[in-house]
C-alpha cells in the first residue's frame, strides 16, 4: 500500500545536508530562559500541544506551536503553579480550564482563547500531573534520574517511561521526541549519543514527504482519501513509512534526526501548506518559519523545488496530510 522512494529520499537528504542552521533559532526566550520549571514547562507544552489548527494570536502574530510557546513562557512568569504537579492534582478539569484560558488568548481575555479541544488537552495535563506524583515525586527531572538511559544510551529507555503518561503514550513517540528534542536544545540534558531515536514525525512533515515523493502510495483507495481530505481509521503505516524515510533523509544529510523537525516542520507550515512557494511563489507566513530556522540567500523558490515531484505533478501536489482524530500529534 505505502512504499518509500529510498532513491528521491537520498536526493532530498543531500540538499538537506547543505543547510546551515540559525543559532538564533536555539536562543529563542522558550528553550533559553532560566528557570527551575522550564523543563516542567516542556513537559506540559508538549503533551497538549496536537491538531492546533485554530490556535492563533493574530495580534501577535502567533500561530499554533509559536503562540503555544509564548502562552507558556506567560504562564511560567505570571502562573507557576499551573507546571507544579502537586498544585494541579488539586484542580478539576475544569478548574484547569478556566486558569489556562487567558494564556491562548489576544489580551488575555478568556472569552478569546483559541485553544480548542480544551477538555481533552486539561485531561492530559492533569494526567501528566498525576503520573509525575505518582511514579516520579512530582518532578519530571526524576524520570531522567530513574531511567538508565546514560548507562544504555538506546532511547527506548526514555520513550517507555514517558509512555507512563497518555499524552505520550504513541507508540511511534513523536511527542516523546518533540520533548527530547527541546530540552536537549535547551542543554537541559545531552542527547548527542543516544541511539535507536524514532524521528519526530507530524502532519506538516507528512505532508511534505508525500508531495516531494519520498512516500509513495500505491493504494487508489487510500491516496483517494489522502488528496481529497477524506477521514481515514488508521494513519500508522503512513507515519511508519514517513519515519523510515526522515531517517534515511537524515543519515544522508549527516545530522541528527531530531534535526529534521526544525527543516521539514517549519517548512510544512510556511512552504508546502494550504499554498505552496513552488506554485504561489510566496510563503503561507510571514516571515518564513524555515528562514527563521535555517539561513537562505534567497527564498524565491522551495528548496526541494528542483527534484520534488509536487512542483510540477498536481498528481503530487494534491496531498494532503491523514484526517485523523488524534492527540499523538
Not at 39 to 46: C, G, K, P, T
Not at 157 to 172: G, H, I
Amino acid at each position: 500500500m505505502i512504499s518509500v522512494n529510498k532513491e528521491q529520499t537520498k536526493k532530498i537528504g543531500e540538499i538537506v545536508k547543505t543547510l546551515e542552521f540559525r543559532p538564533s533559532f536555539y536562543e529563542r526566550d522558550f528553550i533559553q530562559i532560566d528557570s527551575p520549571l522550564k523543563m516542567a514547562m516542556h513537559f506540559y507544552a508538549v503533551g497538549i500541544c496536537h491538531q492546533t489548527y485554530v490556535l492563533a494570536n493574530p495580534k501577535l502574530n502567533l500561530f499554533g506551536w509559536d503562540f503555544m510557546e509564548y502562552g507558556f513562557l506567560d504562564m511560567l512568569i505570571n502562573a507557576p503553579n499551573l507546571l507544579i504537579a502537586s498544585e494541579l492534582v488539586k484542580l478539576s478539569n475544569q478548574e484547569l480550564i478556566e486558569k489556562i484560558k487567558p494564556f491562548f488568548a489576544e489580551d488575555h481575555l478568556p472569552e478569546k482563547c483559541t485553544l480548542d479541544t480544551l477538555e481533552e488537552r486539561a485531561h492530559l495535563w492533569l494526567n501528566m500531573a498525576q503520573g509525575l506524583v505518582m511514579h516520579f515525586d512530582g518532578k519530571i527531572e526524576n524520570l531522567f534520574l530513574q531511567s538508565d538511559w546514560q548507562k544504555t544510551q538506546n532511547a527506548e529507555s526514555l520513550y517507555k517511561l514517558l509512555r507512563v503518561f497518555e499524552a505520550y503514550s504513541d507508540p511511534l513517540q513523536k511527542k516523546s521526541g518533540v520533548f527530547l528534542k527541546l530540552i536537549a536544545d535547551a542543554n537541559l540534558v545531552n542527547l548527542d549519543q543516544l541511539t535507536h531515536v524514532i524521528p519526530i514525525m507530524d502532519y506538516h512533515m507528512q505532508r511534505v514527504l508525500l508531495r516531494t515523493g519520498c512516500v509513495e502510495v500505491n493504494d487508489k483507495s487510500l491516496k483517494e482519501k489522502l488528496q481529497n481530505r477524506k477521514p481515514i481509521s488508521n494513519d500508522e503505516p503512513l507515519r511508519k513509512a514517513c519515519i523510515e524515510a526522515m531517517d534515511i533523509i537524515a543519515k544522508t544529510a549527516h545530522y541528527h534526526p531530531f534535526k529534521m523537525n526544525d527543516v521539514f516542520y517549519t517548512l510544512g507550515r510556511s512552504c508546502c501548506n494550504e499554498a505552496t512557494l513552488c506554485r504561489t511563489h510566496s510563503c503561507e507566513k510571514s516571515p518564513c518559519t524555515l528562514t527563521r530556522a535555517v539561513y537562505l540567500e534567497t527564498h524565491e523558490s522551495c528548496i526541494f523545488q528542483e527534484i520534488c515531484k509536487g512542483a510540477t505533478d498536481d498528481d503530487y501536489h494534491q496531498y494532503w496530510q491523514p484526517q485523523i482524530q488524534t492527540h499523538f500529534y
